[in-house]
């Protein structure tokens, strides 16, 4: 697992819900080479770990909160991202902004309905 970048938990579990803290496309320490789709696919496969740590699968996502540094890199971005969730489709909110932590380009919150 990377280890976070701040002072915060990979995921939390609150009831019935997991939250997964903002993950983004490093690889051992370091941002993943290949540019947005490159990221993202790593970003995502960051996304499942975390998950499964927690118990839960990319199914069980009901909300993202997507962070993109360039909104010209959406369709990218996008193409990625449903490529890893599939036919599952949760709630979505994608935003630009300035810049990320570590030098990222993406960076994505999930919050998963997993009963306990």
Request: glycine share 12%; aromatic share 8%.
């Amino acid at each position: 697992m990377n280890k976070p970048l701040g002072p915060y938990s990979p995921f939390v579990r609150a009831g019935d819900f997991i939250i997964v803290s903002g993950q983004g496309g490093m690889r051992d320490g370091k941002v993943v080479e290949g540019g947005v789709t490159a990221e993202t696919e790593q970003t995502m496969v960051n996304v499942e770990a975390r998950l499964a740590d927690a118990g839960a699968t990319l199914p069980d996502v009901v909300k993202t909160l997507c962070f993109l540094t360039d909104m010209g890199t959406f369709t990218e971005f996008n193409d990625a991202y449903a490529a890893a969730f599939g036919d599952h489709r949760p709630a979505r909110s994608t935003v630009e902004v300035s810049a990320l932590p570590g030098g990222m380009s993406v960076e994505v919150e999930v919050w998963a309905y997993k009963p306990a």
